[in-house]
């Protein structure tokens, strides 16, 4: 892939996601090579898998490139450094309280990552989205929603992450002692180097039947590019410079999962840490302004110039009165027995019989007809009709107001292509071999991330009791 058309496709892929957070891209695309988190065989998978904990564990910035294997402190390192130098407040769980977290955890996480059925839960949620995106009717979204809550644990998964959230507002302190045991000893690639191991959802981007096809026209990325905040677009202009047709992709949108790192931790108010040390401001100062939550990834891009415009018909010469070139004269001279063509205006006679007219009519002079201007011809759009993109159907995505962008042409999801999906992930889950699944290929590409910014953290409440 050439160097600068990842801009664009990392900031029109944030689009479609609403917007958000914010979209960060790196210098260049990365190559990027697929693995499963659970269920790595030998070291060449655990090799991908270090390589893929590498690339979406940097410290982000808003407004800043993404820095994919960059040489600071990985995410993991910065938030094991703060979970230890945290100071908790006096307000501890009860017993029933601990074990109701420990229990709803255990629906979540086991000792490989995510447990099989949250794995087909992030499945099922992506699969529920995509028909949504895709206007699906009212029976097929209905059929998605039973297979959602009987295979894909809809309502047991919900309720253990509504336990996890009630509980980690009364105290955080449980969790954070959690993160730091497992951030202590960490598991080493071929090569000897510890990492923390992340994963990704939905695993169907392993199988050709999770990614999905999309041809956007040039101008359309220019304008999700001009709306993105990373500052740093050279590179998509100077490869934009003269070319004009559409990008067709495929692309797949990752969601980053680190059982080892819980984002609403830093939004509780019972712990602070000592010295005034900042974590947040909200997304562009402190030791963890942001992170990387979503990958952008992208495969088969090419460029579909747009054809040739046809050369206008010359208009044939016969019939047709040619207006002789306006030249600079001397002022006439008026004579006595001379009118000028200002004073005396020849008559022109009117061809209509035909209504009853006679032939010597005079054809009346044409008044000057109105300028209409090219803003006049275009539709008026009220402002809220541009402040909700919908879909076919009228099917409102997004309730708050997001960039003026035509959405481009996005493959069609449909059931087939959902239980293909489903079928993929089942076999992945239970570790059986995939039929047709890509190998790895460099023709995957990393192109952006979609980042969260943690809010202003530490912010203690004064009214807890402390150590």
């Known amino acids: 892939m050439d160097s600068g058309v990842h801009i664009g496709l990392a900031a029109w892929l944030h689009h479609r996601c609403d917007g958000e957070g914010f979209a960060a891209w790196p210098g260049a695309p990365v190559a990027l090579r697929l693995a499963r988190l659970e269920g790595a065989e030998n070291s060449e998978d655990m090799a991908r898998v270090a390589e893929f904990s590498r690339m979406v564990n940097f410290v982000a910035c808003r407004g800043a490139p993404a820095r994919p294997f960059d040489s600071a402190a990985p995410l993991w390192e910065v938030h094991s450094d703060l979970l230890g130098a945290m100071e908790f407040a ?8 601990n074990a109701a977290f420990t229990a709803a955890r255990a629906m979540l996480y086991g000792p490989d990552g995510m447990t099989p059925l949250y794995r087909l839960y992030q499945e099922f949620r ?12 009212a029976d097929v979204l209905r059929e998605a929603m039973i297979a959602w809550e009987i295979e894909g644990g809809k309502s047991v998964i919900e309720a253990a992450m509504a336990t996890i959230e009630r509980l980690m507002t009364r105290s955080t302190l449980s969790r ?13 690639d071929p090569a000897g180097a510890g990492y923390a191991m992340t994963g990704f959802a939905p695993i169907s981007a392993l199988d050709d039947s999770g990614w ?8 359309d990325i220019d304008g999700a590019v001009s709306r993105a905040q990373q500052r740093e677009t050279a590179g998509w202009r100077n490869w934009r410079q003269g070319k004009t047709g559409k990008l067709c992709f495929r692309y797949a949108i990752l969601l980053i999962d680190r059982d080892w790192f819980t984002p609403q ?15 947040s401001d909200g997304g562009t100062e402190g030791a963890l302004p942001a992170y990387p939550a979503r990958l952008y990834a992208v495969r088969d891009v090419t460029l579909k110039p747009d054809p040739p415009k046809p050369s206008k018909p010359q208009r044939p010469s016969v019939g047709m009165v040619s207006r002789p070139p306006v030249a600079t004269l001397r002022p006439l ?13 020849r008559p022109v006679l009117g061809t209509a019989r035909a209504k009853g007219l006679s032939a010597t009519t005079l054809a009346k002079p044409l008044s000057a007809a109105p300028v209409i201007t090219a803003s006049a011809l275009r ?3 009220s402002a809220t009709a541009l402040s909700r993109p919908t879909v076919a159907g009228g099917l409102t995505l997004s309730a708050k107001p997001v960039a003026r962008l035509k959405p481009g042409t996005i493959e069609q999801i449909g059931n087939l292509t959902v239980q293909r999906r489903l079928a993929a992930a089942r076999q992945i889950v239970a570790r059986v071999s995939v039929a047709g699944s890509p190998p790895p290929d460099p023709t995957l590409w990393a192109v952006g991330f979609g980042c969260e910014s943690l809010p202003e953290a530490p912010n203690p409440h004064p009214g807890y009791g402390w150590n």
């Open 212 to 219: 999905i096809s999309a041809s956007v026209e040039l101008n």
């Open 333 to 345: 001279q008026a004579r006595p027995s001379v009118a000028t063509l200002a004073s005396r205006p």
């Open 176 to 188: 954070a002692q959690a993160e730091r045991d497992a951030l202590l000893f960490l598991p080493v």
């Open 379 to 381: 539709p008026s759009l």
């Open 126 to 137: 992506t699969a529920y989205q995509d028909l949504l995106t895709a206007a699906s009717g």
């Open 90 to 97: 006096e307000r501890a769980w009860t017993e029933a309280e």
């Open 265 to 279: 931790l830093y939004r509780a108010e019972d712990w602070n840490l000592p010295g005034q040390r900042l974590v």
